[in-house]
């Protein structure tokens, strides 16, 4: 090692190794202690807000879903109700007790009229 390069903090054989400490020594310069923390405090305080800003909505979203998932359980049961009372007033006894209520009678002879030809009356 060259001893003028100790007392100048300088290397004469290696120029390019003076550029990367001169850099260095300017970006410290701009980025001091102070601006540092101040920075890290600011950044710490935004991502702070954000999780509890993004904490808070995950909280609200499970409440809908709770609230919808127990809509959809009470519109199943109501489902199920009207299924049974469907089937209740289509039911063959309850037909007949609705027909005696609306004065209609019961058949007692039927008769079936069917097509035996394929005849056609014209004018």
Known sequence: MCGLWKKEKANHHFPELNKRGKL???A?????????????????????????????????RGYQIQGLQNKIR???????????????????????SQASGLNMVAVEKMEVVSNLGSAVALK
Do not use: C, H, P
């Open 24 to 26: 260095l020594k300017s």
């Open 74 to 96: 009470d519109l199943k049961t109501e489902n199920e109700k009207l299924q049974q009372q469907y089937v209740r007033l289509q039911s063959m006894s309850n037909v007949i």
């Open 28 to 60: 410290w310069a701009v980025f001091n202690w102070k601006r540092t923390m101040m920075a890290l405090v600011s950044l710490s305080i935004v991502f702070g807000v954000a999780y509890l800003m993004q904490t808070n909505n995950v909280a609200t």
